[in-house]
């Protein structure tokens, strides 16, 4: 072992000097003892979801363990060399490079044992699991559900990892209930920057555990976490209902999150023409009779819909239907436009891979995708779709856009995600907006370079405009400069720059941000 290490700082002296070296010789694998370092060969580690940005890097580390991350980062940590920087990539489902390294180390989490311990609390205690950091959540509620428990709080798209979204903080339709998967994390693993590996808690080095949550891959990298587990459902009552007024689909998805003890999911969409009707009903597999007229291109009309669920187990005693019923007659949507139908708790929770193989079959799922996802405050989401309006043309959007409310009291401020001020409002909801536009450049008159970076700058023109006159900011952002950077965290900034100074002192982590540029 003694001699393993030896010659594995010394290749990793090799790598470090071949990094800086304007004539990169590494060529093929290289001896690093048991780290599983690799020269770039292939273009995953240099691409994302996004395809906007696509930086190579110069190495990627397969890592076996936690030792073999820290031992890189140990290594860079303390050398005086170089300027090499590393990322964490999971799933790769970024749209910005966030988890790209440009000619440093790109670490693929996936590579890690995908190990999955259950720990089945008994009565009045807690359930939970120890999963890898590179593990998908597709693959902890396949394991979770043999044993009748699944996590609380999801995305809508299961195939990111858990490392990956505990970095951002991991927002669905439970959110409002539960909170984000940061509020759902009892325990985490983390290899910070200096090398360390730290088990850290709400108790016991909370804040490592508080800063990597929702902390953009910036402090550490997240090798293990202990997930909070409930029993699962086996049924789920799926609903969906469309309104022509935008008052009234807020107000009735406010009325929805303010009864958690009937309902269990609560989401929504802006349906702006055929396309986005069609393709949002790819995985409800309930027959809608909704034809709406969408008026003219010089004056649209568009419609909402509500997306509602409430699940089987909790309510032993009680028929779901009547439940559903319960909450509908309380709602106001479009006279008969109300549809529910019921579906198995896995097929809900796994509904966008339907969409996702409905696109991939028709070439549509890797193409750009410019989204934008922004956290808008109450008072301001009126003015926040109007804005939207008169950015986008709705008989051309490609995609889908979302929104619904969440709860500000579900979120632990302690951590790093960043939401909108409540600025002495009241305000319990604020609401997430997601613009998740795909944009293929294929056809002869589809969308290509300069297409892209003008649907980019309308996104960012739409995010200035609603930072500075709603107090909207941006979820999973993209700040192209420093002083993006500040004005998002305000002034919650000093604390992030402090935990970085504390945990990744020569900011050789998360490059792919733009947060910090590295220091010798
Ligand atoms: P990556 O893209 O690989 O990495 C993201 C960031 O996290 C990078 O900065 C990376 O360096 C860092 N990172 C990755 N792994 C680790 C680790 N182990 N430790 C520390 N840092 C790490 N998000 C939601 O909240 N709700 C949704 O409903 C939702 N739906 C989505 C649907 C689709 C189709 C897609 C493509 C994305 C969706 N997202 C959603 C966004 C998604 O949560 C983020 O993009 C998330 O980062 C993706 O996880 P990943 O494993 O692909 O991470």
């Not at 000097?17 to 599983?36: A, H, R, T």
């Not at 016991?204 to 402090?219: E, H, I, P, R, W």
């Not at 960043?418 to 613009?435: A, K």
């Not at 450049?441 to 500075?468: N, Y």
Request: charged share 20%.
């Amino acid at each position: 072992m003694e001699v393993a290490m030896v010659s594995t700082r010394a290749s990793l002296l090799i790598l470090i000097l071949s990094l800086c070296s304007p004539y990169k010789f590494i060529q093929s694998p290289m001896d690093f003892g048991p780290l599983n370092l690799l020269p770039t060969t292939t273009t995953t580690a240099s691409s994302d979801f996004g395809r906007i940005l696509f930086h190579s890097p110069a190495a990627v580390l397969r890592p076996q363990s936690s030792g073999d991350i820290s031992m890189l980062l140990s290594f860079l940590s303390g050398s005086s060399l170089s300027k090499v920087t590393v990322a964490a990539r999971g799933a790769g489902h970024s749209i910005h490079g966030q988890a790209q390294a440009l000619d440093g180390i790109v670490v693929e989490m996936r590579s890690l044992p995908a190990e999955i311990e259950f720990h089945r609390g008994g009565e009045g205690q807690v359930s939970y699991a120890d999963v890898s950091g590179g593990v998908m959540w597709i693959e902890l509620l396949e394991q979770s559900l043999k044993l009748g428990l699944a996590p609380r709080s999801w995305t809508d798209y299961l195939y990111l990892t858990v490392g990956g979204t505990l970095s951002n903080a991991g927002i669905s339709g439970q959110t409002f209930k539960h909170g984000p998967q940061i509020s759902n994390v009892l325990q985490l693993e983390v290899v910070t920057g200096r090398g360390e590996i730290v088990k850290c808690s709400p108790s016991k080095d909370a804040d490592l555990f508080n800063a990597v949550l929702g902390g953009l891959g910036q402090f550490g990298i997240i090798t293990r976490a202990r997930i909070l587990l409930q029993e699962a459902p086996q049924k789920v009552t799926w609903v969906r209902a469309f309104y022509d007024d935008f008052s009234i689909f807020t107000r009735d998805q406010e009325l929805l999150v303010s009864i958690p003890d009937l309902v269990d999911y609560v989401e929504g969409f802006i349906v702006l023409n055929e396309q986005s009707l069609h393709s949002s009903s790819i995985a409800f597999p309930a027959s809608v009779d909704f034809n709406p007229d969408f008026g003219t291109k010089n004056s649209p009309k568009i419609y909402y819909c509500i997306e509602f669920a409430v699940h089987d187990y909790q309510r032993k005693n009680t028929n779901v239907h009547h439940v559903v019923e319960v909450i509908s007659r309380q709602m106001s949507h479009m006279v008969s436009q109300l549809y529910s139908v019921e579906v198995s708790y896995f097929d809900f929770l796994n509904r966008v891979r339907m969409e996702e193989m409905s696109l991939r079959s028709v070439g549509l799922w890797e193409v750009h995708h410019p989204w934008l996802n922004m956290f808008v405050p109450k008072a301001g989401v009126a003015d926040f779709r109007d804005l939207l309006m008169d950015n986008i043309s709705p008989d051309s959007f490609e995609g889908l856009i979302l929104i619904y409310p969440l709860l500000r009291d579900k979120w632990d401020t302690n951590t790093s995600v960043v939401i909108p001020d409540s600025s002495g409002s009241t305000d319990r909801v604020m609401y997430v907006v997601g613009i998740l536009r795909s944009a293929n450049p294929e056809p002869e008159d589809g969308c290509s370079h300069h297409c892209l970076q003008e649907l980019l700058r309308r996104h960012r023109r739409i995010a200035d405009t609603a930072g500075a006159r709603l107090g909207a900011k941006q979820y999973l952002g993209h700040h192209p400069t420093r002083a993006g950077w500040h004005q998002h965290f305000a002034r919650r900034w000093e604390r992030f720059a402090e935990r970085k100074a504390r945990f990744d002192p020569l900011r050789i982590l998360g490059p792919g941000q733009g947060i910090f540029p590295r220091t010798q």
